[in-house]
């Protein structure tokens, strides 16, 4: 997507969850600034109870989240303005759906129905999976971006 569109309801791809808890050059401020966003009512994330299960390693690691990292995983998933889109049925069928139509692998097709069911009006992702997919069900895909000021009030480095 060339243009960056001031979402208002994003959908965070796990890719996203596991950045703002790692130091990921060029990633980790970007995560945490849209989680930041939401903190602060400026937005309202969508996603996936899948999340709380995918998020289980980090990039590039082997081994499991730590115990730490586990509970800072945990904090971030207790957001009030996180949307939770439960795995049922309905959105497993919608997933093979659109895992069939776009050659997704059936966990990307999960962040994509939860992105449809919830709503979403992009969905934030930095894994290559989604590429060449720029837009699905009006929903916008690409990589995650920050459009506001770069600190919000409040927020600041020491």
């Known amino acids: 997507m060339s243009l960056q569109i ?3 309801r994003p959908y965070l791809d796990s890719s996203v969850y596991i950045a703002a808890i790692s130091l990921e050059a060029g990633r980790c ?3 945490r600034q849209i989680l930041e966003a939401a903190d602060h009512g400026n937005i309202q994330i969508v996603a996936s109870t899948w999340v709380a299960a995918e998020v289980i390693k980090m990039k590039g690691e082997t081994e499991p989240l730590s115990l730490e990292r586990e509970v800072e995983i945990d904090s971030i998933f207790q957001n009030k303005q996180i949307t939770w889109v439960e795995l049922d049925l309905n959105v497993a069928v919608e997933a093979r759906h659109v895992a069939r139509d776009h050659g997704l692998r059936p ?3 999960v962040h994509l129905a939860s992105a449809i069911r919830g709503n979403a009006d992009v969905l ?6 989604f ?3 720029p837009k699905i069900a009006g929903i916008d895909i690409c990589d995650p971006y920050w459009y506001g000021p770069t600190r919000l ?3 600041g480095t020491p």
């Open 6 to 8: 001031e979402f208002k």
């Open 29 to 31: 401020d970007i995560a």
């Open 153 to 155: 009030p409040g927020i």
């Open 107 to 109: 966990g990307d097709a």
């Open 131 to 133: 590429k060449g997919l």
């Open 124 to 129: 934030l992702r930095w894994d290559g999976r």
